[in-house]
């Protein structure tokens, strides 16, 4: 398979297509500066995946991202891209493979972007038809040049992107494009985009859908096909709806004790029935050595502990741990005292937080 660099320098093999992209952003949409936003664009049909690079210029940032147009579909039941025939498709999650694996599609914008100045950043999404895991990591990553490839055998980059799909919002429709938006304030020199899984599983949240038995990781992984992706300068006269799909910190960052709940109403909006202790003691004594919560009582969970001062000390969910052992992200006892609690569970919409001390 060639790599990245082969793949941007063969798209010099077709001056004229790459007139045509330049023409068909001028006419589409003068100031887009993302070249073949809706993948329509191609040097060949794609006849099977892992072919993104034959939508030019879009190529793998790390392999294996696809490419579907003239009749090849991701599947037969799902609709054509959202505006047209081409679209692509990465992978966000594949809990059976022994590392995070992600795959990146990217390609250099028309231009670099400027010091100083706030743009705004739309692309759409929707869960494959035969996948049954949602996720909420997806975003666009502006860089200098393409981004070096992940450290060690990872596949994954674990960064803050300037555009991110907001925390809990599950993006869960097979049917339905979602729309992914925001705004940033560009560091200048920017020049190329990265879309895809910006999340490590410890940081993502993952909802099993219905009609997928938990037993069979190996096929139900999440996976989205991506169409029209836009980028321009941010104009105050611009209707910009992204309140659905805004970043938004899960640090709730209250201070004095009181943490605010990081999740949006139309997601999570009632109280979860379970019971939580007050007290725990990881001294190995048999007694409250674990804070952890029953799966027959919630199918898929994520936990936040935040210290007196609203700063997050350890999170994790269900499909990574059974519960709070005392001990912060780095596995790092914590000093005795009060904590804070929050519990989310997107399959049941519902929360849980409050006050557990740490004792030794």
């Not at 952003?25 to 329509?40: A, D, W």
């Not at 709940?261 to 109280?271: N, R």
């Not at 952890?292 to 936040?304: M, R």
């Not at 804070?340 to 409050?354: A, H, R, T, V, W």
């Amino acid at each position: 398979m060639p790599n990245k660099y082969t793949i941007f320098n063969s798209m010099f093999k077709y001056p004229l297509l790459v007139i045509a992209i330049l023409m068909f952003r001028i006419s589409g949409s003068s100031q887009n500066l993302v070249p073949n936003p809706s993948f329509e664009i191609y040097s060949q049909c794609p006849t099977s995946d892992n072919q993104i690079d034959r939508a030019v210029p879009w190529m793998d940032v790390t392999p294996t991202s696809d490419y579907y147009n003239c009749n090849y579909e991701a599947e037969s039941q799902c609709p054509h891209g959202r505006t047209g025939n081409g679209y692509a498709g990465v992978s966000v999650y594949r809990p059976s493979w022994s590392v995070p694996y992600r795959e990146y599609i990217g390609t250099f914008l028309t231009s670099p972007l400027i010091a100083g100045t706030e743009y705004y950043c739309e692309f759409w999404v929707k869960l494959e038809c035969d996948k049954c895991w949602a996720s909420d990591a997806l975003g666009a990553w502006f860089t200098n040049g393409i981004p070096p490839d992940p450290p060690g055998v990872q596949m994954l980059f674990n960064t803050v992107p300037q555009i991110l799909n907001q925390q809990y919002r599950m993006l869960d429709q097979r049917s339905d494009w979602m729309k992914i938006c925001g705004t940033f304030v560009a560091n200048g020199g920017e020049n190329f985009i990265t879309i895809g899984s910006f999340k490590d599983d410890n940081y993502s949240t993952f909802v099993q859908l219905s009609g997928c038995p938990y037993q069979n990781y190996g096929v139900h992984w999440s996976y989205y096909l991506i169409d029209d992706v836009e980028l321009v300068p941010y104009d105050t006269t611009m209707v910009v709806d992204c309140i659905d799909s805004a970043y938004s910190n899960p640090n709730p960052g209250g201070g004095n004790g009181t943490p605010v709940t990081p999740y949006p109403d139309y997601s999570i909006d009632h109280e979860c029935d379970i019971w939580i202790p007050n007290t725990l003691s990881p001294n190995a004594d048999g007694l409250n050595d674990a804070f952890s919560i029953s799966t027959d009582t919630l199918e898929y969970w994520s936990i936040f502990i935040y210290n007196r001062w609203g700063e997050t000390v350890f999170s994790g969910n269900s499909k990574i741990i059974s519960g709070w052992n005392g001990k912060n992200d780095k596995g790092e006892p914590l000093v005795q005292g009060t904590y804070f609690y929050l519990i989310l569970s997107p399959n049941e919409k519902c929360y849980k937080k409050g006050i557990i001390t740490l004792f030794e």
